[in-house]
């Protein structure tokens, strides 16, 4: 299974010049740009030619590009070399550094890389402003593995118990993580309290709220009607087995026959329109469904990185009223302080808004590619429907014409 490249580039700040920070690599815009929430299909930054990508989203295709503004530290790909030790499944990389062209290789689990994604979203590295994209989930095992846990399972004392008692089991009051949930809850409730200083930030917070709403609800509701359509498919399958073996007696001799060889008919068909059912689900599961589910996570992103600058914001506000409050004693600590919040929030904020826009270009650009991906399958799935009917009534007809000619 090999992933494509992915580019780890760096900010032009100089406290960025030695980390690696995952983002795209797009060269920032002037301060003069329009909000980003203004951001569509028609805006300048997009492309004019057939291409739905903008220029400033072209990912170069050689690690030796000239840009002198904007260049990435290394390159890295996944190898198709995967080994498994127990439930540990370990990855191999190779990760070459651009300016020297050193290649590394390095293997790593799902575990690294959940230490770093955690890692660069604390604040501890001093990396307000960034959008991280979301950690994808982690591979399920492969099927031994399924095997042997399910095997497990049904062993079980407590499922056992569950299963056989007619009595439930004692009800034990469960203790759910929410703690820091509601924490966080609380703080990104705060930060939303007041009004935003800059007007442009003002307006993505509302777009943000009302936009991660949206798309959690439209993912949810998507995902139900995958999970209807798969249920109609297990039924149909059901079906088309229950029609197989019910059968008569004398299974080939008079009417018994002739039932029974179009029950059979009829299943074949069941199976065939299960089939196409399972292929528009699997189409509309790997286009919109990998869009929305990308997406909604990637909010939860943007979101931080908001609350992040407000916080920092608010900090900045305080330490301001502070100075002009301060007694004369301390005039020289409170404006060291309150510079020092200021440089942070000012250089948060210009690299939230180069954030933020680039959160805009890709949703666009990739929506607009999962629409047409998600368009082709639903018309090649329809393509094979229509041809499934069209064999199963020829089926059907030969059925009933030799029971006719008979």
Known sequence: ????????????????????????????????????????????????????????????????????????????????????????????????????????????????????????????????????????LKPSTDPHSAEARAKKTSTNAFLKEFLENSEPPLRAKIKKGLFQSVLHNLDYRKCLAGPDLDETFQKERDWLQKYTTNIKKTCETYHQLINCRLRLANQLSNLSHIASVSVGEKRNIGINGDINRLTSKFSVCLIDDSTVIESLIASEDITLGVYLDLYSNYTDSVNDMMMKRTTLMIEYDNASKALTKAKLSKIGAAKVAKDTLENRYSDCSHLAKTELKRFHQRRITEMKEAIVFYAEGQVKAAREASGGLKKAMERLKIGISCRTGS
């Open 1 to 136: 299974m090999s992933l494509n490249e992915v580019w780890f580039p760096y900010h032009q700040a100089s406290e960025f010049n030695e980390k690696c920070i995952p983002a795209s690599s797009i060269t920032g815009d002037s301060e003069d740009n329009k909000s980003s929430s203004t951001e569509g299909p028609d805006s300048p930054d997009q492309s004019s030619s057939a291409s739905p990508i903008p220029p400033s989203m072209m990912i170069p295709s050689s690690p030796l590009h000239t840009s002198t503004d904007f260049q990435p530290l290394y390159s890295v790909r996944f190898t198709d070399h995967i080994t498994k030790n127990g439930d540990i499944i370990k990855y191999r990389l190779n990760v070459r550094r651009i300016k020297d062209l050193t290649i590394i290789t390095i293997d790593r689990e799902y575990g690294d890389f959940e230490y770093l994604h955690h890692a660069l979203s604390t604040t501890s590295g001093n990396i307000e402003g960034i959008c991280l994209p979301p950690l994808p």
